[in-house]
């Protein structure tokens, strides 16, 4: 599972941009909180990566 280095921000529709990062050794899971920043706003939003069943 890869999270997606861009998503569209609720709050204002800009593009918040993808914080977290993950090491080649412990790559991201199902449960790993991802952080985002909208580049426009400054909303942050921490989103849940879910399990392969969507």
Do not use: K
């Amino acid at each position: 599972m890869t999270p997606e280095p861009t998503i569209t921000c609720v709050d204002c529709g800009g593009t918040a941009h993808l914080l977290t990062t993950w090491s080649d050794e412990d790559p991201p899971r199902p449960g790993d909180l991802a952080v985002y920043r909208c580049s426009d706003c400054w909303d942050r939003w921490d989103l849940l990566l879910p399990d392969a069943g969507g």
